[in-house]
């Protein structure tokens, strides 16, 4: 359930047209509704109450600075992949320990800022991390939490780029060499194995793959156990899916259900690290048509949003739902839903049935509050897009559109291509 919904014929979030952003912000932008962020953490939330457990959101997902305030605010942990997310997260004042730091190639930095902040825990992925990571708090003279993030070897069935856990992924450490990886971060003086991690892969639609992963790491941590470790953390990872077109993911109650059965008796705190399923279905990417046109009869809508605002239906092929912001009645047509970038692969749709609408028109890319901002880029010289939070009545531009200085940022041009030609 979302807050974008017709009142008459014209799209609103939550209390607000979104034709009204569009005049007074310019297009493209990203539009978030703070009542269904919030609403999906609480679903997740909840799903989860009766068990001891700690949501991490996985600030990838979308890591605008508001998004992950008021995720604080709820009483959010973070699920951080990098220094500059550990930043974000401080930013907004969070509590560093209820931090899990994943990722396959942490930096010296980057290993030393997270020590610095105190966060609940690395989820280390190879032994030459493991040794890097006792390396640097010996120095700091501290110990690291750490849990060995495992590859359980089960197919998510869901777009190979998002899959983590099979075994040629390039994540985590088979499941088969992780006792003896465990022994050794023993060995490690300034290592503490607290936990076991493991992150399948994103978008599932289904729960067994989450059940077959489960029921590998309990038989670890049983195993760990009598090998003398105490696990007192089982990190989940993300990954549950949203719809974006005809599929039907189960809810997270259905998937906090089966956890709470098959964790049960296991005595672990349980992470999660959810990032698509909380903000996907919570934003939505507002374009406007800059021209059509038919080339020997194929329909092309041409708007002015391109895959470096919005990469996910080049790069995986994804399906987003596109509606227009003023409603009409009209017998709808096939069209390329296009931008303006110089690629052949630059498209939001193909040959999508949407409702013929004309230079000028709005229209809405639906479930793009996950993996939108966030994977944008300036490629084509094109400025970043702005950020707008809804909260009822009112919005706010929580990241404002870039400007030509932002662009060439950082830029220079050395002394010897100045002045006269070479
Ligand atoms: N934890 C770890 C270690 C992850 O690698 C990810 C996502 C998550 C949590 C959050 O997963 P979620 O709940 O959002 O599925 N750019 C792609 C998705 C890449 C996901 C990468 N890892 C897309 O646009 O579909």
Redesign the pocket.
Known sequence: MHHFHYKGDELYCEEVPVNRVAEEVGTPFYLYSTATLERHYRAFEDALQNTDHLVCY?V??NSNLAVLALFARLGSGF?I?SGGELFRALQVKSDPGKMVF??VGKTQDEIRSALDAGILMF?VESLQELREINRIAGEMGKTARISL?VNPDVDPRT?P??S?GLKESK?GIPIAEALNAYRLARTLSHLEPVGV?C?I????TELSPFEDALHRLRELIDSLREDGFTIRYLDL?????INYDEEEPPHPTEYGKMLIEKTRGLDCTLIF????????NAGILVTRILYTKENLGKNFTIVDAGMNDM??PS??G?YHKILPVQRSISEKAASDVVGPICESGDFMARDRKIQPSGRGDLLAVMSAG??GFV?SSNYNSRLRVPEILVSEDRFYVVRSRETLQDLVHGESVPDFLRGKAL
Request: hydrophobic share 30%; charged share 15%; net charge positive.
């Open positions: 996985s990838k997902a699920d992949v994943s990722g989820n993030r777009h780029y998002i983590t994540f991690d992150h892969g994103s978008q599932l990872g993300g990954g549950l899916g690290e959810p990032g698509r399923v909380i903000t996907g990469i996910r790069l995986y994804a996950a993996y994977m």
